[in-house]
Nanobody
Framework: QVQLIESGGGLVQAGGSLRLACAAS????????MAWFRQAPGKEREFVAA????????RSGDSVKGRFTISRDNAKNTEYLQMNSLKPEETAVYYC?????????????????WGQGTQVTVSS
């Protein structure tokens, strides 16, 4: 049974930092590209970042470049999202996602597995 369990969300002031984690089980983690997406109330789901199977390549959305860093630890079957300089408009539910193969896709429809999300709230 595939599971993706996010953790690390919470309330933070603008300009602050959070580190999200996504623990994976039920599939061969290092054969899957991993990603983070987010969805704010009333808005469409937005691509945040993706990381290759080995962790050697990453891709980030334009709005988070230079502030967010995606990483993974294949020995722990876990991916991470380090978020710095957070803004109030980044308040959203953050989801991790997994897809087999090498493509670092920004399209959610390309991902097979999803976590249930973790809430991040950035206060002004």
């Amino acid at each position: 049974q595939v599971q993706l369990i996010e953790s690390g969300g919470g309330l933070v002031q603008a300009g602050g930092s959070l580190r999200l984690a996504c623990a994976a089980s039920g599939f061969t983690f290092d054969t899957y590209t991993m990603a983070w997406f987010r969805q704010a109330p009333g808005k469409e789901r937005e691509f945040v970042a993706a990381i290759s199977r080995s962790g050697g390549n990453t891709r980030s959305g334009d709005s988070v470049k230079g502030r967010f860093t995606i990483s993974r630890d294949n020995a722990k079957n876990t991916e991470y999202l380090q978020m710095n300089s957070l803004k109030p408009e980044e308040t959203a539910v953050y989801y991790c996602a997994a897809r087999p193969g090498a493509m670092l896709s920004a399209f959610g429809s390309m991902y097979d597995y999803w976590g249930q999300g973790t809430q991040v709230t950035v206060s002004s």
